[in-house]
């Protein structure tokens, strides 16, 4: 496994046992790439519930609960929906606290307002609101992937600590 993935896995998992908090994934452009490195980790059974896979359109309204107009007004890479992917993930899981990825990884895929990198994120505790971000990262496919994996995991280990 990468150190990096490793080690971030590691400290979430620690932080989470610690607080006897659970975590559902839900992941458009990263394919379950979030969820497969903190399954890498020996024991994550003990605070991983599920993730959700909703790549296209229909998986996010049919699994996760996000609004069809949610997705009309805002596109399925905004944070409106990655908000509504993330409290999705809480309702349809027995987690406490859920992340949500949705981007464009390109190498097609973009547009004037969301260019190839733009990846939202949410991340979401039972009974709070989902806080929400978006960036730009630069690279191919797989680095931007990547990249937001990285941010995914991170932005969740600085909200359960």
Known sequence: MDTQFD????????????????????????????AQVVTLTSGSSAWFDRGFITYSN??????????PECITDYGAVSEE???EMAAGALVNSNAMFSLAVSGVAGPTGGSPDKPVGTVC???CKLGE?????????????????????????????????
């Open 7 to 34: 080690e971030l896995s590691r400290k979430i998992g620690a932080a989470l046992k610690q607080q006897s908090l659970t975590l559902a994934t839900a992941e458009s452009c990263t394919g379950g790439w979030v």
């Open 81 to 83: 929906t990655a908000a």
């Open 129 to 161: 609101e989902p806080q929400t971000e978006r960036h730009h990262f630069d690279g191919d496919r797989e680095s931007v992937r990547r990249q937001a994996v990285i941010h995914a995991l991170e932005g969740l280990l600085a909200r359960v600590k």
């Open 121 to 123: 994120f949410a991340w």
């Open 58 to 67: 229909d998986a996010k309204v049919e699994m996760l609960g996000v609004s």
